[in-house]
């Protein structure tokens, strides 16, 4: 067990809905990444929070979105679904910046 | 441009020893990881090098030689378990030492 907590698990919805991805991080972590995964496929950086305030982004489309709160948890927000945004989406944590990642168990989402 | 090479499919033998190469190009360097990832499951951290050496833990090593741009995973005394996709990731220093990631080497591993 890692210590980094996603819900849900698995999410099924439909194209053209809105979907959120909640994350809470290690105890103690102040870094929330996100990433994308799909089928067979590399590792996807979207987006990196640091403290509550945005540090990094990736290959974050503008449908999407994610904040982290005062208690340091992570949402990311995914909108106007496409059938092409079925992936594992993936939160990590980490104390500082990237030297250590601890992932979540991640996300299955499935657009239909 | 930034880049992460490593081979997309290794296929070694139960007992044996294999070695998962990684040549990187990025501006900066601040160390190279590892993570394993079976599948269906969450990439796990396996090791870090920001200095040129071997790093040895219990059956995995990883090495770095920073000139020349390559650092590898050993795995010894294989077992069915190391199965999984294994991906290095360059923490570099343009941007915020962000993670480069490479796109992952399949071990496949046989009786």
């Known amino acids: 067990d890692s210590g980094v907590t996603q819900t849900p698990k698995h999410l099924i919805t439909a194209t053209g809905q809105r979907v959120t991805l909640r994350c809470s991080p290690r105890?103690?972590?102040?870094?929330v990444y996100w990433y994308q995964q799909s089928l067979d496929q590399g590792l996807q950086f979207l987006i990196q929070?640091?403290?509550?305030?945005?540090?990094a982004k990736g290959n974050i489309l503008e449908r999407f979105s994610a904040q982290q709160f005062p208690d340091l948890h992570s949402e990311l927000n995914l909108s106007s679904l496409e059938l092409g945004d079925s992936a594992l989406y993936f939160c990590?944590?980490?104390?500082?910046?990237?030297?250590?990642?601890?992932f979540g168990s991640g996300t299955q989402l499935s657009v239909l | 441009g930034q880049s992460l090479e490593q081979p997309s499919e290794v296929t070694a033998v139960e007992g044996a020893i294999v070695q998962i190469n990684c040549t990187y190009q990025t501006s900066g360097f601040y160390g190279l990881s590892w993570y394993q990832q079976h599948d269906g499951g969450a990439p796990t951290f396996l090791s870090y090098n920001a200095l040129d050496g071997l790093e040895e833990t219990g059956r995995f090593s990883s090495f770095l030689s920073r000139s020349d741009s390559y650092g590898y995973l050993l795995l010894q005394e294989l077992q069915m378990k190391d199965s999984a996709s294994y991906f290095c990731?360059?923490?570099?220093?343009?941007?915020?030492?962000?993670?480069?990631w490479g796109a992952g080497t399949k071990l496949i591993i046989k009786p």
């Open positions: 990590a944590s980490s104390p500082g910046q990237n030297e250590k990642l601890f």
């Open positions: 929070y640091y403290n509550g305030e945005e540090r």
């Open positions: 105890s103690g972590d102040l870094s």
């Open positions: 990731a360059v923490r570099e220093g343009s941007s915020n030492y962000q993670l480069i």
